[in-house]
């Protein structure tokens, strides 16, 4: 179903391609614009683009499940903890794992953060150009990833390898079973990895996530390694990616629109900036849900047992929710989008990411306030989740 055509009135469009990864908006009006509710034309899935009926979707996991199969496909043996387990189960471990990532948390990690950002920079601003996705888009969440895990800096290339062979086999192979053997592979070592680390971690605690999860608690138990296993490979996967995904998406548009950009010399404009861009490069753009009962939403019945894609980006776009929303507006109030879900699985590290891309916008335009993308350039998107991983920008030199 991810990477099926749906019918629009002009055309077939895959959602996951590089091309509507590329400009989505447009393909997402013309899906709003046929009633946001429809089924693919090759197996009849259901497609959920409303923002009324995602929304409603993903605050009942009760009907629309996160307990699905997908998992079997990243290469894991059992679900991710906590993202792809249902309450009341998942509820649990969110408690254990939600002060980790508080706002409070998060804002006392600030200062470091900066430093990581500010480092980077003065890696290249004296170039008067770089590839942004490589110099920065990637490294700098990667950097706070494994500060958070107690992870040494030169292990970032190995995970970020084993994250690319789980999200994007397809930068690869074009092979679907050599995807699979792909995904399979990678995902043996990242349990390897975090086997190990976890032991380490027994011998020798630290002030870090993995000695955090052994100290924990459950129903009164410690948790098992098997569970700590599961979270710990759901934060190599969100931490390595979606921070990323969201800056390229970010920085691309900004490049784009020099008249947007100069906004930002008001910094006080950077944090509606995060959410309006969030909003409307929603990078995470489908999710699928297991549909456990039969439920009509609208003309569209949707029967037990079904798999269901809730297009995050449409619901993000869609006017009857986002006034004039195919405009980027930084005073945007109020500004409810999904792009960190909603409901009972809304992003355990929406926080953490946000101050990221705070962060980032803060530091690169009180340094780099006027760039665009290099003359003759084209960006170029991921098939997956929209990461731009070609993103090539310049600036006057220093």
């Given at each position: ?21 590329a400009n989505p908006q447009p393909v997402y009006a013309r899906l ?367």
């Open positions: 179903m991810a990477g099926e055509a749906v019918e629009t009135h002009d055309a077939r469009v895959n959602l996951l391609s590089p091309e509507a990864a709003h614009a046929q009633g946001g509710m429809l089924r693919t034309p090759l197996t009849g899935s259901p497609i959920l683009c409303r923002y009324e009926d995602v929304l409603w979707a993903l605050r009942h996991p009760a009907i629309f499940s996160s307990e699905t199969q997908v998992h079997l496909a990243l290469g894991t043996v059992r679900p991710m903890i906590p993202q792809q387990i249902d309450p009341p189960r998942q509820t649990r471990f969110r408690k254990i794992l939600d002060p980790r990532f508080s706002r409070q948390r998060v804002l006392e990690l600030e200062p470091h953060v900066r430093r990581h950002a500010s480092r980077l920079i003065d890696g290249f601003i004296g170039d008067g150009e770089c590839e942004f996705d490589h110099a920065f888009a990637v490294p700098f969440p990667g950097q706070v990833f494994l500060d958070l895990m107690g992870l040494p800096p030169e292990d970032l290339d190995v995970f970020l390898q084993l994250k690319d062979a789980i999200v994007r086999p397809h930068m690869q192979t074009r092979d679907l079973e050599a995807m699979a053997a792909l995904r399979t592979r990678a995902g043996r070592q990242i349990y390897a990895y975090f086997e190990i680390l976890i032991d380490e971690r027994t011998a020798h605690p630290r002030d870090d996530i993995v000695t955090y999860l052994l100290g924990a608690e459950l129903d009164g138990r410690r948790l098992t390694h098997e569970e700590i296993l599961d979270v710990c490979y759901l934060f190599l996967l969100g931490g390595l990616d979606t921070v990323t995904a969201s800056l390229g998406c970010s920085f691309a548009h900004l490049a784009a629109h020099p008249e947007a950009r100069a906004r930002l010399a008001d910094p006080a404009l950077i944090p509606g900036a995060v959410e309006e861009l969030l909003r409307f490069e929603t990078p995470v753009t489908v999710v699928p849900r297991l549909v456990k009962q039969d439920v009509t939403l609208g003309s569209l019945e949707i029967k037990a047992g079904e798999m269901v894609a809730l297009l995050l980006g449409a619901a993000d776009t869609d006017e009857s929710e986002f006034a004039d929303a195919l405009r980027v507006d930084f005073e945007r109030t109020p500004n409810r989008h999904l792009a960190f879900g909603a409901g009972p699985h809304r992003c355990l590290g929406s926080h953490l990411a946000r101050m990221e891309l705070r962060v980032a916008l803060e530091e690169w335009h009180r340094r780099i306030p006027a760039y665009a993308i290099k003359p003759g350039e084209t960006p170029r998107y991921s098939s997956a989740i929209r990461e731009v991983q070609y993103l090539p920008l310049v600036w006057p030199p220093a």
